[in-house]
């Protein structure tokens, strides 16, 4: 982006304009937890509320017909957005009720619910669900459970030095029994871009389904979902762009079709008696209640806005960032757990500085209006594979500028003399 283009980008998202601990400006570096968010995700929430609020699906009334042209238009907007046909898109609360919807519809198949066409998602004792060593909990927790619930077992992909899941072993750890094969596009830590291609290839030559945490990645880089060819993918509203409360299950669609429901009540049915139920095909089978309307109208407008300023252009801004944040490799006493080359990777950047606690780095950044996270990232064993509890994280999006990373390497490097830590 020139200089003008990101000052256009910039003027698009009022949060950025204020200020925090006693008038500094803000320097938000905390995107990969949650986006900030365009006037027009706004605007297009409030609107809806304003001008067209009703139940989606079924009034007989103009304003229903309009909330749901609304809804449906936000579902084919989303599926344009990420290469997917408008009938695999599933709205979900976000990423995580997205992976569980998964887990729990294979347990229900395995409960023998869904008939003879959902038996093949069945798991025995002695199937293997594969995940990765650099898994966000959301990717790891619900196979766990399943895991538990089928008498399966879970193993894993190891990551390399770097942080990227080393694929070079893929053949002798996607054994014959894998049944399930769940790994990051990217990783909200290490911020490595996984390379997709050897796993899908694994995972269909022994008929493992894949489920891709697209979390990180939707909303970074051009994501085509076809032509990754998982089976499943998740993705949440809040990071790119986004509200809270919506996110997507991407399946496809022979396979939401076999597969069996995971809530049920009202809005999923077609037939309900005092004694059994039929219900409709995909997506609406998956998604029970009244929905998350206005957020999946709004989350259709981010998609607008995202495909709008172009990926391509998004995704090589980011890398510029990345390049950015990367330099503070070279500062004394800081030591960045990732890759350390911009290419192949988010601007995601996670860091231990010698001799202080993480949360220590996050307060004086804090104190000079940097908003960094800090903690475990929800990815406990990525970090114990690096022998460390915790890391402080700087993430960029679009709207980040070249100034906001100076500001942070600026304080970064204050940080061990404030402490008194010496080389
Ligand atoms: N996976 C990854 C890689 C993530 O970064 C996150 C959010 N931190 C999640 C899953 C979970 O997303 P959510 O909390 O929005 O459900």
Request: hydrophobic share 45%.
């Amino acid at each position: 982006l020139s200089a003008r283009e990101l000052a256009a980008v910039r003027a698009d998202f009022p949060l950025l304009e204020r200020t925090v601990r006693q008038g500094r400006p803000l320097v938000y570096l905390d995107s990969a937890a949650t986006s900030q968010k365009p006037t027009a995700v706004l605007d297009a929430e409030q609107d809806f509320y304003e001008r067209r609020n009703a139940a989606v699906h079924r009034g007989a009334h103009q304003l229903a017909e309009e909330a749901t042209e609304a809804f449906e238009g936000a579902r084919a907007e989303v599926a344009r957005f990420v290469g997917a046909d408008v009938g695999e898109i599933v709205w979900t609360s976000g990423a995580t009720a997205a992976i569980n919807l998964v887990a729990y519809a294979l347990s229900n198949a395995t409960l023998g619910r869904g008939g003879a066409a959902a038996q093949r998602f069945a798991l025995a004792p002695g199937d293997e669900i594969v995940i990765t060593e650099a898994e966000h909990h959301a990717n790891i927790v619900p196979w766990q459970e399943l895991a538990a619930r089928t008498g399966a077992t879970v193993t894993y992909l190891p990551v390399d030095d770097e942080g990227r899941i080393d694929t070079s072993v893929v053949d002798r750890v996607i054994t014959e029994r894998a049944r399930v094969v769940a790994f990051t596009h990217a990783s909200n830590v290490t911020g490595a871009i996984t390379d997709v291609a050897p796993i899908v290839r694994r995972a269909r030559e022994v008929g493992a389904l894949t489920v891709l945490d697209a979390c990180q990645s939707v909303p970074h880089l051009p994501v085509d979902l076809h032509e990754l060819g998982v089976d499943f993918a998740a993705f949440s509203g809040h990071k790119m762009m986004g509200p809270t409360g919506v996110g997507v299950l991407y399946g496809r669609r022979e396979l939401l079709e076999a597969l069996p429901p995971v809530t049920t009540g009202g809005s999923m049915i077609e037939v309900v008696t005092m004694t059994e139920s039929t219900y409709m095909a995909p997506p609406q089978r998956f998604e029970a209640g009244t929905q998350m309307v206005a957020q999946a109208v709004a989350l259709g407008a981010a998609a607008q806005y995202l495909g709008e300023l172009g990926m391509d252009a998004i995704a090589a801004h980011e890398r510029e960032m990345a390049a950015e944040l990367l330099k503070i490799a070279d500062l004394p006493g800081i030591r960045v757990v990732g890759p350390t080359d911009p290419e192949n990777r988010l601007a995601v950047v996670s860091f231990v500085v010698e001799g202080v606690h993480a949360h220590d780095v996050g307060q004086i950044l804090d104190d000079a209006g940097i908003a960094v996270r800090v903690g475990h990232h929800c990815a406990q064993p990525l970090h114990r594979r690096f022998g460390i509890v915790s890391t402080a994280r700087a993430s960029a999006a679009v709207y980040t500028s070249a100034q906001d990373v100076a500001a942070f390497r600026e304080s970064l490097a204050g940080v061990r003399t404030f402490f008194g830590v010496n080389d």
